[in-house]
């Protein structure tokens, strides 16, 4: 069991573009969050997803979106990239609501 | 107020030293994790406690639901253990919730 994956690694964008991060949860998870974590500070909640819906939200504009596929694997999307958005964002998943959360590696993206 | 407050910020020990680290939240909760960040981002779940006590390894994890404080103890600690250490907590928000907060982490430096 690979665990969660996400891709890419890094990544360097210019402001104002878009970037999408992908999210594999760990085999047999259906539920994904996904956690944005800027330098020196603990991760913020950006959504969740369970059933391809957007379950929850935190204190984000609308610039981030996201999408669960049948699979359960999962997309961040961010637009109009701002500088303020050069983080590493963190997908987890889990089995249910009542489970411990399985965290991936990281995308790390800067915003040029 | 950050809903979830860690303390301290920084720390730093000499190997073999006993180490502390407090968490303090102000929401309630249906569960709260201890996580490991080493350099480069990747999370580690060490424990998952929604009562009492549990130990791994060196290891152990204590919470006081009532006065809402979890500490997690490193014995005989080693260089190794040096890493950004996260309190995280599920905020109790029915069934189907994994809607879970941070603090901003405790970076340990053992030395040896």
């Known amino acids: 069991d690979a665990g969660v994956t996400q891709s890419p690694t890094h990544l360097i964008k210019t402001r104002g573009q878009q970037v999408t991060l992908r999210c594999s949860p760990k085999s047999g998870h259906d539920t994904v969050s996904w956690y944005q974590q800027a330098l020196g500070q603990g991760p913020q909640f950006i959504f969740q997803y369970y059933e391809e819906e957007e379950r929850q939200r935190g204190n984000f504009p609308d610039r981030f979106s996201g999408h669960q596929f049948p699979n359960y694997s999962s997309e961040l999307n961010v637009n109009a990239l701002l500088l303020g958005d050069s983080a590493l964002y963190l997908c987890a998943s889990s089995p249910g609501p009542q489970a411990g959360a399985f965290f991936g590696q990281g995308t790390r993206l800067t915003v040029v | 107020k950050n809903e979830v407050e860690q303390s301290p910020q920084n720390l730093t020990a000499q190997e073999g030293e006993f180490i502390t680290i407090n968490c303090s939240y102000s929401?309630?909760?249906?569960?709260l994790h201890w996580l490991q960040q080493h350099p480069g981002g990747g999370i580690v779940s060490l424990f998952m406690l929604s009562s009492g006590k549990k130990k791994h390894g060196r290891l152990i994890a204590t919470i006081n639901i009532q006065e809402k404080h979890s500490s997690l103890h490193i014995t005989a600690s080693h260089p190794r253990d040096s890493a950004v250490y996260i309190c995280?907590?599920?905020?109790?928000?029915?069934?189907?919730?994994?809607?879970?907060?941070f603090g901003a982490g405790t970076r340990l430096t053992v030395k040896p």
């Open positions: 995280a907590v599920r905020r109790y928000r029915g069934y189907n919730n994994n809607d879970m907060r």
């Open positions: 929401v309630g909760i249906s569960a």
